[in-house]
């Protein structure tokens, strides 16, 4: 089955950085776009960034453009989120995200929290 576990978030401070891991098994992960999600208390859950099955294309949310890198290794079948220059804004629990067959997988995410 598919699962997609999320590592790397935690208690930065303004400006700092980060890097989120998802680590996917079930599927054949080299053959599917991957994505970030993010959501913030009270808010619906928004697209962060997305990266082609083999790494060469990738958008990112306005909000994160510039600051964010989304990467992938497809031999480790795992996905990145490199994170610079946090905000405060960016306090949200983070998802990775696939769509097989149709159907939307998620992780159980990962905690991300910018503040001093």
């Known amino acids: 089955q598919v699962q997609l576990v999320e590592s790397g978030g935690g208690l930065v401070q303004p400006g700092g950085s980060l890097r989120l891991s998802c680590a996917a098994s079930?599927?054949?992960?080299?053959?599917?776009?991957m994505s970030w999600y993010r959501q913030a208390p009270g808010k619906e859950r928004e697209l962060v960034a997305r990266i082609s099955s083999l790494g060469g294309g990738t958008n990112y949310a306005d909000s994160v453009k510039g600051r964010f890198t989304i990467t992938r290794d497809n031999p480790k079948n795992t996905v990145y989120l490199q994170m610079n220059s946090l905000k405060p804004e960016d306090t949200a629990v983070y998802y990775c995200n696939v769509r097989v067959a149709l159907k939307p997988y998620w992780g159980q995410g990962t905690q991300v929290t910018v503040s001093s």
């Open positions: 079930g599927f054949a992960f080299s053959r599917y776009d």
